[in-house]
Structure formats: structure tokens, C-alpha cells
């Protein structure tokens, strides 16, 4: 915080937005260019609406200072334009009572961080877990959603499973206490039912601490809809539409209503960037990913015609990537647009982007019935798709909150929609996680992908952490998977790095094989076998990269998996010096019905 004074005042003038404390009281600016008058009305001065006036500054600001004022009261601005008199919540508000309620006086400063440091590791290191802190652990009988308090008791769960970040839906204060976080109400506040801005520090404090970084979604492609003080802010609007902070013409639209923000408006663009500083420097965080960008730099989520919202992304990327280097910018884009991940005057400077071009053929593979109709070369397409030829440009996964929502349920439910927990459902879904886990990019899941947890994702319908006992083959299926991707045991380095070849596609057997590479050798050449089809394969020749031992060390289909896994008999292979698949060497393998191999070199 940067304190000046002027000549005309004994008391500072402080920078910045919102709500300001500082040891000689708190100082207040606000955003109201088309007010008459505003006050700051609160606990200090017994919400009286005209106690406290601020004064007007230059391009529509108002600004004052209030001795009375400290860390922890109530606030709100009283905002007079054409004959209204409106109480409004602080746009910049750090905390709330809750959407429809107070500001809060906050300071960030205040929080104990103690050596607390970033967690986030290289982009060929990562593997994400998805969550959702309303519904990720929730007591029984409580009638509330979770929060970060709860969410902490299950962290431990994560670092047995070996994932390394944890990627939060949404947080900022929305409207009521059950949601999945796309309808932010206030920006800058810590949903009140989770918790508040110092539960998310604590949360975030205890991540880091047990290595996990954390990445948070936000959204601005739209703001609300619903519980909006930020509409018609300061009482002016155009077109019966919503005022200072919103597009006042066709560009507001977007399928959540007419509520996307003015990309063109200088204080607007600045409330953004804000904001997402904010998240990195006062909570910690190792970075962010943004919601549906082609709602930000399109009106319909097709083409450029936003060229602000394209501005405004690289603009606040750029700024991440200087002020904050090591962290992670993810967009959810779904358009396969290298421009994207790009930096310079036409990218938009994310590090990574959502890759609808993995997760449609994979899900299609392992969900489709009939393995006459499941299509190996659109698999082979999705291993291999890359952005700028970076590899680590994308996030894949099979499951994620969209992918197991709006119609669509998760992979074992939708594999067999009567037995979701059956054979067909473990064997298939567990087929594409590995697939997750071992083509090149980012790996992800989803809260409860790793235990078969059922149905479809619903804010209001917590995990049921019994499954974790029920299945704990499929659990410690995925935990084996993370270690091999993660490189814990010094044999799979290949699993991080850049490289793949698919070798071996038999559309008609349903298998397929790949190579997977760092800077080949042993200790880093790894083989996966794929067995996409009913039938067991025996006695089946592949080509291998070189000849000499491969050892095997995942069977999927191993019965320490599941009870009901076949426990086809696979085992480590000696690449003799038959030509196979463009390979001078090639080996025999069995592989079970819907079934994964990995083989690492030596």
C-alpha cells in the first residue's frame, strides 16, 4: 500500500480501491462517475447515510478517509444520481457478510503467512485434481454446503494419491449458499458460507504445506447474474442494461444473461486485472484458471469480434507471467486455438488451455458400446494433439465439473447407466484414465473420479468418501498411474516429457501402442499397450523402440485393481531383434480386455 499526502490534508491519501485500513483509520475510494454524491455509511458511524461524505476525484472517482474506521466493521457506500439514493456494497469489497449484505473492512496484511512459499512445479510435473469445496467433503446432517475448514480434513487424502495441485472451482462471494461458483456476485470476497478470506488462507497455507499448489478458477465472462450491486452501480444505464461495469449494447450478452463486463472501459479493465492479482499476491495462489474465454473475447463464444476481451486476457497474463513468474495461467478456450497459449501482440499468453481435442475422442472411446464402433485413429489424434508444439499446453482429462454435468454423467455412469460400478464401468473408465496419465499434457481429474464416485456433479451432492473403501482398487489403480506420471520411482521419465509416437494402431483388434519419451534410454523409454476391446489379447507382437528388457510396470488389469478383474497374466518382455511397426526389435504381450500395459526401458 502506497500512503502520499498533500498540501491540502494533514490526513494520507491512500492508493487503491475499495476499503483501505491503515493504522490512523481506513480510507475509502469507489468508482461512481455518473454520482452526484457518495458516502461511506457503516458500524463506525451507525450506518448514517450522509455522515461521511468522499470526495470527488478525477475520471469518476471518490475519495475519503474516516479516523473512525477500522479492520473488521460493516460498510457500504450510499451513492446519490438522479433523485435515487443507493446503497451499494463495495465493488472491491475483500470480504462480505454475505451477497446481499455488508462489506467488510479487511486487511490482507493481517494474515500470518508465516514462510509460507508457491508450490508450483514445472508444467511437465503437474497433475491436477479439480475441486469443488461445496460438495468436496460434507458432515452428514450438518443441511449446509462444505467449506475450507472441512476441505482440509480430507488433504491428506490427496497426498496419498499423489496429485500436486489442487484446482478450486470458483470462491468468490455468489448469490445463496449451494453453487458451483459461476455466478459471482462480489469479485474480490471469499464466499461467505466457505469460510471467508482467511478459512481460503488457511486452506491455501495448508496445501502448501503438504506440497500441493493451488489454482483457482475465476470467471470473467460475466459477473452474477443474480445479487449484483455492481448493476446499474451509480445509478446510469443505457438501453435498459446494466450501467458502468457491463456493455450497454448487444455485447452484453452471453448465455448467463446481459451481465459481461465492458472490456473497453479503462476502471473496468483495471477492476479485472486487480482482481486477478489479488488472487496471487494476497492468497497465495499458484495460479488461475479462467472460465469459457470465448465468452470473453467473442459475443458468442465463436470468433474475435471482442478484440477488448482479447486485449484485456494477454494484458493481465502478461502482467502474471512478469510479476509473478512460475505460476500457471489455464484457460477453459475448447476451440483447439494455438493463439491462446501464445504470448505477443495476438496470443493471449495463457501457459495452458483445456483440450476439448483429448477429452470428446477418449470419453467417445471409452463410452461407446460396441467396439466395432470405437475408433482407434481418433484416439491416436487426441494422444498426439499439441499447441506451438509445447505438449504441456493443454490440460486433459476425461471427467472435469462440465464433462459430468449439464446432461452428461460420469464415465462409468455413462459406460453403463444400470451398473455404473460393474465391470464394463471399471474396466473402461479406468482404461481412460490411464490414457489420462500417460499421453503427453496435463493431466487432470475430477473430485471422486478416483474412488468411481456415481451419477452426475451437483453442488448440493457431496462425495461419498465410502466409495473410497469400496473401491479401493480403482483407487489405488489411480494412485500407481500418478506415481509413474509423477517419475516417483526413477523409471518413467518419459511420462514427462514432450515426446510420443504411436506406433502400432490395429483398429480392428482395438489396440493400439505408443512410445513415450524425454531424451530416450533407460529410466525414461516407456511402452503402453491399449487394449480397447472386449476380447483378451495373448501371444500378441508388437514393435518395440530398441531391443533388450522391458520391465513391466502397470498391469490395469491386475486383480489387486478390482475383485473382478480378469488378472490376465502379462509380465515384464525381452525385445528380440524382429522388425516390427518400423522397429528393428518387437516382443510378444498379453493384455487383458480393456486393458492398459506400461513398460519402462531396462
Known amino acids: 500500500m502506497n500512503v502520499r499526502h498533500t498540501a491540502s490534508s494533514v490526513r494520507p491519501v491512500v492508493e487503491g480501491m475499495g476499503a483501505l485500513p491503515t493504522p490512523e483509520g481506513c480510507a475509502f475510494r469507489v468508482w461512481a462517475p455518473h454520482a452526484e454524491a457518495v458516502f461511506v455509511a457503516g458500524d463506525f458511524n451507525g450506518f448514517a447515510p450522509d455522515a461521511h461524505a468522499l470526495q470527488p476525484e478525477a475520471d469518476g472517482y471518490w475519495y475519503g478517509f474516516v479516523e473512525e474506521a477500522r479492520t473488521g466493521h460493516e460498510y457500504k457506500y450510499m451513492i446519490h ?90 470462491v468468490a462471494e455468489f448469490a445463496g449458499d449451494y453453487s458451483w461458483g459461476y455466478n459471482p456476485a462480489h469479485v474480490f470476497a471469499v464466499e461467505s458460507a466457505y469460510g471467508g478470506p482467511d478459512a481460503f488462507k488457511t486452506f491455501v497455507k495448508a496445501c502448501h504445506q503438504r506440497g500441493l499448489a493451488v489454482v483457482l478458477d475465476v470467471v470473467y465472462n460475466h459477473f452474477g447474474p443474480s445479487d449484483l450491486d455492481l448493476w446499474r452501480f451509480d445509478g446510469w444505464s443505457e438501453n435498459d442494461k446494466g450501467g458502468i461495469y457491463f456493455y450497454n449494447d448487444d455485447r452484453s450478452s452471453t448465455p448467463w444473461g446481459d451481465t459481461r463486463p465492458d472490456y473497453g472501459r479503462e476502471a473496468v479493465r483495471r477492476f479485472i486485472h486487480d482482481n486477478a492479482i489479488s488472487w496471487l499476491r494476497d492468497f497465495h495462489l499458484d495460479g488461475l484458471r479462467y472460465d469459457m474465454t470465448p465468452y470473453m473475447r467473442s459475443v458468442g463464444g465463436n470468433g474475435h469480434d471482442i478484440p477488448d476481451g482479447w486485449s484485456l486476457m494477454r494484458w493481465i497474463n502478461t502482467s502474471v507471467r512478469e510479476q509473478f513468474p512460475g505460476r500457471i495461467l489455464i484457460a477453459e478456450d475448447m476451440q483447439h486455438l494455438p493463439e491462446i497459449s501464445q504470448v505477443g501482440e495476438h496470443g493471449a499468453a495463457f501457459h495452458a488451455q483445456w483440450d476439448s481435442a483429448f477429452v470428446h475422442p477418449i470419453r467417445e472411446a471409452a463410452i461407446v458400446a460396441a467396439d466395432e464402433h470405437r475408433d482407434l485413429h481418433r484416439v491416436r489424434d487426441a494422444l498426439q494433439t499439441r499447441y506451438n508444439d509445447d ?38 473408465s479406468t482404461a481412460a484414465a490411464a490414457l489420462v496419465f500417460t499421453a503427453p499434457g496435463i493431466p487432470m481429474i475430477f473430485q471422486g473420479q478416483e474412488f468411481l464416485q456415481g451419477g452426475w456433479f451437483r453442488d448440493d451432492v457431496p462425495l461419498d468418501w465410502d466409495h473410497r473403501e469400496q473401491f479401493r482398487g480403482t483407487l489405488r489403480l489411480y494412485r500407481d498411474l500418478i506415481a509413474l506420471r509423477r517419475n516417483l520411482a526413477g523409471k518413467t521419465r518419459g511420462l514427462q516429457g514432450q515426446h510420443i509416437h504411436v506406433y502400432h494402431l490395429n483398429n480392428d483388434a482395438n489396440v493400439l501402442a505408443f512410445q513415450r519419451w524425454q531424451d530416450h534410454g533407460p529410466g525414461d523409454d516407456v511402452v503402453v499397450v491399449v487394449n480397447l476391446g472386449h476380447e483378451a489379447r495373448s501371444d500378441y507382437r508388437i514393435g518395440m523402440p530398441t531391443g533388450g528388457r522391458w520391465t513391466l510396470l502397470l498391469n490395469s488389469d491386475a486383480p489387486v485393481y478390482g475383485p473382478d478383474f480378469d488378472g490376465h497374466e502379462a509380465q515384464s518382455v525381452v525385445a528380440e531383434d524382429e522388425p516390427y511397426d518400423g522397429f528393428g526389435a518387437s516382443a510378444v504381450v498379453n493384455v487383458g480386455a480393456y486393458s492398459v500395459l506400461i513398460y519402462a526401458l531396462g
Open 391 to 428: 505438449a504441456f499446453q493443454r490440460v486433459i482429462y476425461t471427467e472435469s465439473h462440465d464433462e459430468v454435468a449439464n446432461g452428461r454423467a460420469r464415465v462409468p455412469a455413462d459406460i453403463n447407466p444400470e451398473d455404473p460400478t460393474g465391470w464394463h464401468a471399471q474396466k473402461r
Open 81 to 170: 444520481h438522479a433523485g435515487q439514493q443507493l446503497f451499494r456494497i463495495d465493488p472491491y469489497a475483500r470480504q462480505v457478510t454475505s451477497s446481499v449484505g455488508n462489506g467488510v473492512i479487511y486487511d490482507h496484511a493481517a494474515f500470518d503467512w508465516g514462510d509460507d512459499q508457491p508450490q508450483i512445479r514445472g508444467h511437465n510435473e503437474l497433475v491436477i485434481y479439480e475441486l469443488h469445496v461445496g460438495s468436496f467433503f460434507v458432515r452428514e446432517g450438518e443441511g449446509r454446503p462444505g467449506n475450507f475448514e472441512l476441505a482440509l480434513a480430507k488433504l491428506d487424502h490427496l497426498v496419498k494419491l499423489g496429485v500436486n495441485v489442487v484446482q478450486v472451482m470458483p
